[in-house]
């Protein structure tokens, strides 16, 4: 993503491959701004190389040749009014948005919010510079252990965690999403072992559960059951974390927020919207337990 050409610094980040506008329950967010609109915007590439990614025709842009150049010129400002002519916050999603930090700052002059997905691998310092105009950011956790993570992604683990809790110190409201990819995060002693290590930074940490389906190079691999996912759900809550989330393949059910209290439901959800908000503000309306989010509807 930047290159030097004849002496010239050159660098993609400023690019708009996907610009379009979604709910931002599809991020997933849970437990921000329930209702919200996202104009989400994705440049080609990622520091990933996940054998299963479905979004590979546009996230490895640069290693396949399968992943063509996409896209067009990001003008910050056109991005903007689009977002507001939509009545919606900004997002970088789909790729990596760590890779455009420039882009992420400069859209933040517009004065809108901004929400990111990303992988979480990033150093302090890349945080420490972007964290202040962000919003939210979901972070993948996409295995239980560093070998595993790495066979899976080119990466280590490590900073991955890290960066969680970095976010999470710069006052970022973070949520956390765990695909169950056989082998490396769908068997009960791995998915508890990342339910234990979120849970230990925060049990506070809506963790969504999210259904493996075979693509790109994991083509053979059969898609996740949906039991696999219930006994999921199970395991991250007997961990400690107290929201868990599926966003499809458990029906409504695993859509919804229930008080961890006393088990009032809270919010309501569609596969991709939320439906009903019924919060005092941030408590429980039952027995007055604190439910921990940004529960303003308005973007």
Known sequence: MRRNRDGVLETATFTAA??????????????????????????????FSCGYCINHRLSQYGREATAPWLGSAAIPAELAAQARAADAMLGLSYTEP?????????LAEQGLPIVWKTNGFLTPAAIDLVAPVLLGVNIDVKAADTRSHRDLTGAPLGPVLDAIERFLAAGVWVEVCTPLIPGVSASPE????????LAAISPDLPWHLLRFTPDFKMLLDPPTPPAMLESARKIGHEAGLRFVYVERALGA??????????????VERGIWATHEVHLRSDKCPNCGAHIPGRWEVRP
Do not use: M, N
């Not at 979604?22 to 989400?40: M, Q």
């Not at 760590?98 to 400069?106: C, D, I, Q, V």
């Not at 791995?190 to 290590?197: E, G, K, N, P």
């Not at 859509?255 to 209290?261: A, I, K």
């Open 98 to 106: 760590g890779l455009a930090p420039e882009l992420t700052l400069a």
């Open 253 to 266: 059910p695993g859509r919804r927020t229930e008080c961890p209290g006393c088990a009032t439901t809270l």
């Open 190 to 197: 791995q998915l508890d072992t990342i339910a234990h290590r």
């Open 18 to 47: 996907v610009a379009h506008v979604d709910a931002i329950e599809r991020k997933p967010f849970y437990h921000l701004r329930p209702g919200a609109r996202v104009l989400t915007v994705a440049s080609p590439g990622c520091t």
